[in-house]
């Protein structure tokens, strides 16, 4: 039985951890937008919110599912620069300063979340277990 959780939780954490990759990506499409093209930066801000619940989905599953500890090491970094993140984001209008520092921590949680799901593909055990 506990085996069946764990691999349920594996697998919540390689999907969550895809879905951020997804979601990151696109926020900075968004962001482009909303920068050179004049669009709204709220659909960027809801994605923003919702990539961070997915982080900490991510960081939960392989927190309890017991994954290698570089993988839960890996998913509570991009956790906690997701939380930074957003705190920056809703700063970030009011102060360029902290605006200055979404950019660049954008670009680390794209790159420490694709390093988070090539991880999580390796350590997904296949065939039975992952069913």
């Known amino acids: 039985?506990?085996?069946q959780h764990r691999a349920a939780l594996v697998r919540i954490h390689l999907v969550a951890s895809g879905v951020l990759v997804?979601?990151?990506l696109l926020q900075a499409v968004l962001a482009g937008q909303g920068l050179f093209n004049g669009s709204s930066f709220d659909l960027h801000g809801y994605l923003g919110n919702g990539s961070f619940v997915v982080g900490t989905l991510a960081a939960a599953a392989a927190m309890v599912g017991r994954l290698?500890?570089?993988l839960m090491t890996m998913s509570l970094a991009v956790a906690v620069g997701l939380f930074c993140q957003t705190g920056l984001g809703y700063v970030g209008r009011e102060s360029t300063a902290a605006a200055?520092?979404?950019?660049p921590l954008g670009v680390a949680i794209f790159g420490l979340s694709a390093v988070q799901v090539t991880l999580a593909g390796i350590a997904t055990p296949r065939g039975r277990a992952a069913a």
Not at 100 to 103: A, D, G, K, L, R
């Open 1 to 3: 039985m506990f085996d």
């Open 22 to 24: 997804a979601l990151v």
């Open 100 to 103: 200055s520092w979404h950019v």
């Open 68 to 70: 290698p500890r570089p």
